[in-house]
């Protein structure tokens, strides 16, 4: 009674706090344009109206790991004090960091996916900063992803931190979007995980270093429709999606492609081995391919009678050493094109 008794004195000598009088959910909207949510905390001290508003954000935005906020701590902190049922989204941003090491262990990182598992429905994104390592690949330890029922989108850039290990069961039963990036994988754990665990995924990026076992991967999914696959040293890769529109990979000794809708293709390897891949079940027709100008380009192109458009990538020191003719086969090319953007 005395601490209201002194906001209404305080409210009289200042003025109206107009502001605090406005309704929950526009508070709410006004929080969440702060865009990070320690930071949102931080309204805790304007008043008692204004002390646990921010803990009812169903938008979660951590960034300051490094830097603990007043009243709540560190990031769990706020975590622990998040008290609606769901959250739409829960976003850890630390790739501004520079290179850092201390605290990034996996019981530090498992906590935000376990807090996704249990009350996300919507995306979870984590951003980790690079290891300082000068670039050098130095696997920590294992990072397990939890079972998450409810969340649609997942982004996890690791860092080259951990080992990622994938559910041995369960459902991803409303995942469409995964994005994982710099941290090691097994084979089988990723291919169980997209064929049998994520039954609506429509798009799947990994950009790894090598796998962690034997380096030969089968995706098989009805939903798939965009595939991005570059993970260094595989040596084969299988991939059985009829609903495939969109491919991008690298790195992959051998390819065998069965997409019948399959509509794009970026092919990025550079390399001169010879690359053996297939394409079984497609069309004969593309509408847009991009590629690099290398010694793999013509038998790729052998494969498809027309293409709307073409963007080749130009290794200039290689264009007379392709063997396959340089300018005129490429003018040759370009002429039996609908469209050619040359990058």
């Avoid at 921010?54 to 004090?81: K, M, N, Q, Y």
């Avoid at 965009?226 to 609903?243: C, Q, S, Y």
Wanted: neutral net charge; hydrophobic residues 45%; contains cysteine.
């Amino acid at each position: 009674m005395a601490a209201a008794l002194a906001d209404r004195r305080l409210r009289h000598r200042h003025g109206a706090d107009r502001i605090s009088e406005l309704p929950n959910d526009l508070l709410h909207q006004i929080l969440h344009r702060v865009t990070s949510t320690p930071a949102a905390a931080l309204t805790r001290v304007l008043s008692r109206r204004w002390r646990r508003l921010w803990a009812d954000l169903t938008e979660l935005r951590l960034d300051s790991v490094l830097a603990p906020v007043p009243g709540i701590g560190t990031d769990d902190g706020a975590l622990d004090a998040c008290c609606v049922p769901t959250v739409t989204r829960l976003s850890v941003f630390l790739d501004h960091l520079p290179p850092w090491d201390s605290g990034l262990s996996a019981d530090r990182v498992a906590p935000w996916l376990r807090f996704a598992s249990w009350r996300v429905a919507g995306d979870l994104c984590i951003l980790l900063p690079p290891a300082a390592t000068g670039g050098a690949v130095v696997v920590e330890e294992d990072l397990r992803l939890p079972v998450c029922e409810r969340v649609t989108e997942i982004t996890l850039w690791l860092g080259y931190r951990f080992r990622l290990r994938m559910p041995a069961a369960g459902m991803f039963a409303v995942l469409t979007y995964v994005n994982i990036r710099d941290a090691r994988m097994d084979s089988r754990e990723l291919e169980e995980f997209v064929s049998c665990g994520c039954p609506r995924l429509e798009e799947l990026a990994v950009r790894l270093p090598p796998f962690l076992t034997e380096s030969v991967v089968c995706i098989r999914s009805d939903s798939l429709r965009r595939l991005d696959f570059h993970i260094k040293n595989t040596r084969r890769l299988e991939v059985a999606a009829p609903g495939l529109e969109r491919l991008s990979m690298s790195n992959a000794d051998k390819a065998y492609i069965t997409a019948p809708e399959l509509g794009e293709i970026a092919w990025e390897d550079d390399t001169f081995k010879p690359l053996r891949h297939q394409f079984t079940e497609t069309g004969r027709h593309l509408r847009r391919l991009v590629l690099t100008l290398s010694s793999t380009t013509a038998e790729l192109l052998q494969r498809f009678d027309t293409v709307d458009q073409l963007i080749v990538d130009i290794l200039i020191p290689h264009i007379h050493t392709c063997g396959f003719g340089g300018g005129r086969w490429l003018q040759e090319l370009l002429g039996e094109c609908g469209h050619a953007s040359l990058l």
